[in-house]
């Protein structure tokens, strides 16, 4: 018997196919169904770009052994996962701001946001949600290659809303593909590439931690030098609340934050001196006082970010606790030991105390 394509999985419309990244645009949150009712913006080039549908199901059971005969919706979670790569421009500089304003007063930024979904010959497929969280969970983590940050934005019910569903879909026939629809780069210059520049200063063992007000690691010279790569992450935990059945989330509360940074260092400078509790200079000599003596160090770091044509992205972390993080390991090529810098807030010092971390000015 000779092979028949009536039994395999044979493409039934090509133009249903989708090829490239989605579109993704965002602006503030609004009450409409559809994108021509919104104001948005491109955001421009993207590494990666998702719809996300998570549901959970709560099913019935019946008879032995149990044997499922019903399953009903029980949460669903709706939102676009987003990784744009112009991170040194306006506007996802300020989803930064937005972040950072978060941890900081717990309250969470809402948008609208629209995904692009262009198939193969031409036609497009528009996912609009109005009403979004931006959750304060970021990572921005470069090696020698193009960087980008990663954004969580949720759709939440909000009751003041007429149009209260978590998508909207539009459709739009073409006969070619459009580069209108696809996430083509707004600014060069704002794409970030390589690894950053890590400033150390204000090292103290005081408990009460580094107390500058404003970042004095203004020079090269406080830079730990050569890093295999290195990781920014703002990851908090939240308390939500949902309502209705199957459950729709309404408010995402901040719990918790954490701000850290991970480091791999290259150069392993130590001292002449034996590990003396408190007299450490240098990270390696640190993280050998630490766990020889048991000695806390603290210290300001200031993350630097070189954008395409030159210009910077920075962090600053005013007090952080230095740690290490995992094994030190030599190897066949150049090694490298973890240092792990977590910010601590300062609250001896009041209402006066200064953020877990600043986005510095461009």
């Not at 701000?259 to 450490?280: D, H, L, M, N, R």
């Amino acid at each position: 018997m000779a092979r028949s394509t009536a039994n395999q999985p044979m493409t039934n419309n090509v133009n249903d196919l989708v090829i490239g990244l989605m579109k993704v645009e965002i602006g503030d949150a609004i009450d409409t169904d559809a994108v021509s009712g919104a104001t948005l913006t491109d955001i421009g080039a993207v590494q990666a770009a998702s719809l996300v549908m998570e549901m959970t199901y709560k099913e019935h059971v019946a008879g032995y052994p149990e044997e499922q005969d019903f399953k009903i919706l029980e949460t669903k979670n709706v939102g676009f996962k987003i990784s744009p790569e112009e991170i040194g421009g306006t506007t996802i500089r300020t989803f930064m701001s937005s972040v950072l304003t978060s941890i900081k007063t717990g309250n969470l930024g809402t948008y609208a946001v629209a995904g692009y979904i262009q198939k193969a010959k031409g036609d497009v497929v528009t996912l609009f949600s109005n009403h979004c969280e931006l959750k304060p969970e970021v990572t921005v983590s470069t090696d020698n290659d193009w960087g980008a940050v990663e954004f969580n934005f949720e759709w939440a019910y909000d009751s003041s809303y007429t149009y209260n569903l978590p998508l909207y879909k539009e459709t739009m026939t073409a006969s070619a593909r459009d580069r209108d629809y696809m996430p083509i780069t707004t600014d060069a210059t704002d794409l970030v590439i390589g690894r950053p520049q890590i400033r150390v200063g204000n090292i103290t063992t005081s408990a009460t931690g580094v107390t500058a007000a404003t970042s004095d690691l203004t020079a090269s010279a406080n830079s730990i030098g050569a890093i295999q790569g290195a990781t920014l992450s703002i990851a908090p935990t939240f308390k939500e609340h949902t309502a209705g059945y199957p459950e729709v989330k309404d408010l995402t509360l901040l719990e918790k934050s954490v701000v850290e940074i991970e480091v791999q260092v290259e150069e392993f400078k130590t001292s002449s001196a034996g590990v003396s509790a408190g007299a450490a200079e240098t990270l390696f000599d640190i993280l050998l006082d630490t766990v020889v003596n048991n000695q806390d160090y603290y210290c300001s770091v200031h993350a630097i970010w070189e954008l395409a044509d030159g210009g910077t992205l920075e962090f600053w972390l005013p007090n952080c606790k230095v740690e290490s993080s995992a094994e030190i390991t030599t190897q066949q090529d150049w090694s490298a030991f973890p240092v792990k810098f977590s910010a601590l807030k300062q609250t001896h010092l009041g209402s006066s105390a200064p953020d877990l971390i600043y986005l510095l000015a461009a």
